[in-house]
């Protein structure tokens, strides 16, 4: 159980490093903010490069599973930050999205 925590975890972290990094460079393109945030975020999408490599099971099924999480973690930054509330459609997408990763991740494999 512990080994799943870490690996969720890791994933909400790569998650965090896309999403935020990539907000950081849109904030610089798209709103105009200083060049600083481009810069931050290009580090925390190199630090996103990273933090995936670390999760105990091979390239595909890592991102496979990983853009479960990131379609969750999207919806939830886009609730949180952008203040654009999820519909019901959106919260079905994420499940799934989410049930997928468990699928992909954590069944039993012979």
Known sequence: MQAV????????????????GGYLFWL?????????L?????????LYGIVPTLQPVNFGRAYAAYGGIFIALAILWGW????????K???????????G?????????S
């Open 5 to 20: 925590v870490q690996s969720l975890l890791l994933f909400i972290l790569a998650g965090l490093c896309e999403i935020g």
């Open 28 to 36: 610089w393109l798209r709103e105009g903010k200083s060049i600083w």
């Open 38 to 46: 481009a810069v931050i975020g290009v580090v925390v999408l190199g």
């Open 80 to 87: 949180l930050v952008d203040q654009v509330v999820p519909d």
């Open 89 to 99: 459609f959106d919260l079905l997408g994420g499940g799934i999205a989410l049930l």
């Open 101 to 109: 990763v468990l699928v992909i991740m954590y069944a039993p494999r």
